[in-house]
């Protein structure tokens, strides 16, 4: 059976009516939702709590009360509907009404489940975003939001750790690149992920930057190496 089967016009104009809510809902709300998320995630200011209590009070005020708040603020006659009736951005007893207040109503949630995103991604790798030179719009873009968005992983899984760094003993008999060399002849990729400041082209460049002027750091740096980590390798794999 095919749902044109059981559904009539009058259910598919509901199930359109319901998407195009849904969809305007979320559409206007996200990007106010991800800029008081970040506010509020980053940022320490006089009435940090009364903003966030503002935010949430749509989740404690009974529905009733808030449809009735956004009745009387953007009816036809109210301060902002009043203003927008001349443009033709009509809400009252419109499907527009619905989708300002399913935004309204869905507004804290989303500001919630993005602001624990920002709250749980480090700041020092926003930073070392910027001492290469990025752009704080192109670090926002590039660097936060990728690593406040879900991410798919196998059941089971409960690391988020890409690849492990070791360091060689001091008294190791051999040197890092020819442990990376024999990793690589056994068909083990490494990398060398964690460069210090007077290796690194701007800083070393712009300053003038010596490995003599850092010895502890290049010390460090010529002695650490970083192994991948793949969760789904098998034990014959991980024992090889």
């Known amino acids: 059976m095919i749902?044109?089967?059981?559904?009539?016009p009058l259910e598919w104009q509901a199930v359109r009516l319901s998407l195009r809510v849904a969809g305007v809902a979320m559409l206007a709300s996200l990007p106010f939702a991800v800029a008081v998320a970040w506010l509020l995630a980053r940022r320490r200011f006089p009435g940090h709590g009364l903003l966030s209590g503002i935010v949430h009070l749509p989740l404690v005020l009974p529905p009733v009360v808030t449809g009735y708040l956004l009745l009387l603020t953007f009816g036809t006659q109210g301060p902002i509907g009043s203003l927008l009736q001349p443009f033709g951005i009509v809400f009252a007893f419109r499907w527009t009404g619905a989708a300002l207040a399913a935004a309204v109503m869905?507004?804290?949630?989303?500001?919630?489940?993005?602001?624990?995103g920002f709250e749980a991604v480090d700041?020092?790798?926003?930073?070392?975003?910027?001492?290469?030179?990025?752009?704080?719009?192109?670090?926002?873009?590039?660097?936060?939001?990728?690593?406040?968005?879900p991410a798919d992983a196998p059941p089971g899984d409960t690391h988020a750790w890409h690849l492990f760094v070791i360091r060689l003993r001091d008294d190791a008999r051999v040197t890092r690149d020819e442990v990376i060399q024999a990793l690589s002849d056994a068909g083990i990729g490494t990398s060398v992920h964690y460069v210090p400041l007077h290796r690194q082209p701007y800083w070393r460049d712009r300053y003038g930057l010596t490995p003599e002027q850092f010895p502890v750091a290049e010390h460090a740096y010529q002695r650490m190496l970083s192994l991948p980590l793949f969760t789904a390798m098998s034990d014959e794999e991980q024992a090889g």
């Open 3 to 8: 749902p044109t089967d059981w559904l009539g």
């Open 106 to 116: 869905a507004f804290p949630l989303m500001v919630r489940a993005i602001r624990l």
């Open 123 to 149: 700041p020092k790798l926003e930073q070392a975003a910027a001492t290469l030179g990025a752009p704080r719009l192109w670090i926002f873009l590039t660097v936060t939001l990728p690593l406040i968005l």
